[in-house]
Structure formats: C-alpha cells, structure tokens
C-alpha cells in the first residue's frame, strides 16, 4: 500500500507518443475544491492507501491544482463519427491525463474529468457538472459489480463554481482511471498519417495485444498482421461488451466512435441508463430522436463502429478483403456471448438451438408487457415453482403463462436440481442496478451534501445478485412519481 505520494511511481507512456497526439496543458482548478467522495475499494485494487487519499495534496491533484508527482499533464487528441457523421477533429476537451502509475494490476492511467478547457474543447467550457459526475462514478462502479469491462472512477471533488446548462448547476471533477482511455476515434483521427497511426498501433499492441506481435507459427508478424490481429481482438471484445449491455438492460445512449474503447471497456457514461420497463426500442439519450443508440440496435451499430476502425487501419497495411475478413467474426462471437449469458440467465446447462426462439419470446414478453427488465430475469429462478407470482409481473397475463410452459418444459428437460438451478441463475440476473431514479436519489442528496444515498447505493451495486436485507426499495422499479424523464447529452 502507498501511503505517501513521494512513493508512487508514475510514468507518462501516451506522452511518449510524437507531439501530434496531445497537448501539454494545465488543468483549470476548481475553487475552493470538497472531496465529495473518495472510492476506497478501488484504491485499495490501486494499492493506495487511505491515508495518501486523506492527503492534502491529494485534494489538490483531484482538484485540478497541482500535477502528479512525476506526471507530464496532457489532453489527448482523436476524432469520430458521431451519430453516424464524420466530425473531424475531437479531443479531452474537459479532461485531463495525468500520468499512470503503477499498481498490482499494471500500469493504470489517472484522468481528470471536468478539469477545464483544452485546445480540443470546441464550444465547451470544459467542465462537467456534479449530476453528471455522480452518475458516471456510479455506473462505472456498477458495471464492475456485474463484472463488465469498464474505465473506474476514484473519487469527486465538488465546489461551488457555476457551471452553465438547461439550468446553473456546480462544477465537480472525476477522477477516472482506466488502463488506456485510447478510443477508435483516436485510430480514426490518424487514418491519413501512416507514420502516426503506426506509432499509435505499435503503442496499444506492445501494451494491451503483445500476441499480436508473433504468428501461429513463431515468426515475428509483419505490420498488416499486427493491424489485423489488433484488430481481431477488438471485435471480439466489442462483440462481447455488447452482449453484457443488452443482457443486463444498458444503454449506453451515445455510442459514437469517440466513445469506444480499444481495449473493450464501458467508458464515457453520458445519458445512459439500465432500463426499468423493458422496451426493446427504448431510448435513453433524448438527443438521439432517431434511436440510433436505442437499446436493441447497440449490437449492430457497434458492428458499423468496428468498421470505422478497421477502415481507418489501411494506412499501415491491410487491404479491404483482408479487413472484411477480420470483422466477419463480430456476429459469431456476439451471439456465442449473448446465447451463453441469456443460457445463464435463464438457469439452462448448454444452448440448443430451440432456445433462440425462447429467448425471442421472453423479449416479445417484456416488450409487450414493459414488465420491469431486472425483477423479471431475477423472478425466473423461482418462476417454475411460483408461477402466479411470476404470470403477474406482465400485463398480459396468457402470454406469460404460455411462455412459462415452454420455459418450464427447457427446464425439465435440462433436470438441473432446483437449488442449483436457482443458485446459479441468482448469481448472474442482478436484484440490484443502478435505475436512474436511484442515481437521482443520490445526486439530489449529494448536491444538499449528504453522501450517503451514494455509500448505500455503491454497497449494493458491489455486490448486486445478493439480497441485502432491508434495502428491498432498491431492487424496486420507480413508482410513478420517481420515474424520471429521459437525459440530454448535456453534462
Ligand atoms: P461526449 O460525446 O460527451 O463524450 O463528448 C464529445 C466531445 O465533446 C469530446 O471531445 C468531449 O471532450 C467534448 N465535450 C463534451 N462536453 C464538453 C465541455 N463541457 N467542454 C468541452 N468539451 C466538451
Ligand atoms: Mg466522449
């Protein structure tokens, strides 16, 4: 455990890279800076102590005031598609990089976020709003609670500046941690410079794809296979990711190039949300009129991200045929990760292929209904045994009940004991996710100053396919007067 900020060791990779792909630049402090909240589970993961956390200078570092010890501070540069349109030239235009710093997990980098402007900041102030930083911290730990990749968050610092949107909130500043924070925008922004886009290459694969670097048979890869390995693994991860998404009710809401990640992680928590009443088509992002990002379409509009990718690869070698090759896996290893999380799920030994269609009709059940989508995966372990209580979640009360006896006949066929069967499925369907009315909840405290609804919420959502006894109101869907109204992009 560090405890003293002299011991840490911090290093500066990404600053290593050639001047094209930062800027070196100061974080805007905030004033008069409050730690709002500091994540001691995963200092701990970090290996930092409370004590280092507890630190003055730490308070300072958080807040934008000083830099790492040792840290270069840069704001990285990429660009993207956003909404399916080339926008050129992106960027950290409210973050920071302050370095990474070793940990018994490997080399992880320390990002501010809402640190004030860049170069990249466009029209924006460069800052990030207490609402908004709550809500990432929140689902990233979330996330983690259900074991899907995601970027961390260690802590918030909070101050009374202003900070200008639909309404005038208060600035707050995340810091988030994360391996890498390399997106595919930051590929696409170096498509046309091969000499960039090799450094760039070079620096993921040595660092996170180290195979890519030998063939099957032992010989040193060329740079096409490097590209294409690299490549390879990303649509796998992709294609995993989303699955974990659809299967535990997220929407990410903007799923633009800039906000994927390379290393298959769950980064820039924007407008998203868990769904309470399932609705296959639900949208969470209100910016997103076209439901571009509506929760059934993130499986395929992942696939167009992973093109944008590949497309933006051909400069350091590989040819269209050989790319299209590459990403022609993305379907397979989808639906393998979805059929293997939904067998899971639904208490099942291994997936037939009849099981397809069961899946389709407990989709058609939900959507019909918009029966709440966490209360009715976590009521499956017990609905073959509590079948009025199971039948009563939906609306259409037949449809349930006939759906039920095909899923009760699966059941019976795999003869699974009922214990084990429930046991297994109540530790992948979760009781607890972060509904946005939770999120809400705490976010209105945390503005008052009271960070508690935060602590209750991050113990449960550590720990989510566990009943916690005496927090059944978590596990509920909002009553009518909690529900809140879809997000903007603004945060
Ligand atoms: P997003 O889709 O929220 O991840 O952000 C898209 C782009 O807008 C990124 O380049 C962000 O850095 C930038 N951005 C978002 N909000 C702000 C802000 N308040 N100030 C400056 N840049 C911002
Ligand atoms: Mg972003």
Known sequence: MITNLADLVVSNSYAGLPSAFYTSIAPQALSEPRMLHINQVLAAELGLSPELLADPAWLEIMSGARPLPGGQTIATVYSGHQFGVWAGQLGDGRAH??????????????QLKGSGQTPYSRMGDGRAVLRSSVREYLASEAMAGLGIPTTRALGIVVSDDPVYRETIETAAIVLRTSPSFVRFGTFEHFSK???HLQALLDYVVDRFYPDCRTLADGTQASS????LCFLAHVVELTAVLMADWLTCGFCHGVMNTD??????LT??????GFMDAFQANHICNLTDTQGRYAWHAQGSVAWWNVHRLAGSLMAVGPDAAMLKQVLEPYEKHFLQAYRQKMVAKFGLREWQTDDDALFDGWWRLLHDSQADFTQSFRALATAPENREGFVKLFSDHEAAQNWLDDYMARVAADALPTSERQQHMNAVNPLYVLRNHLAQQAIDAAQAGDVSEIETLLRLLRDPYRHHPGYEDYARPPAPGQRTPALSCSS
């Open 259 to 264: 906000n994927m990640s390379v290393l298959g």
């Open 267 to 272: 980064i820039d928590y924007g407008p998203y």
């Open 224 to 227: 096409t296979d490097v590209a």
């Open 97 to 110: 990089l302050l370095g990474e710093i070793e940990t018994p997990q490997g080399p992880v980098e320390l």
């Open 193 to 195: 410079q091969p000499e």
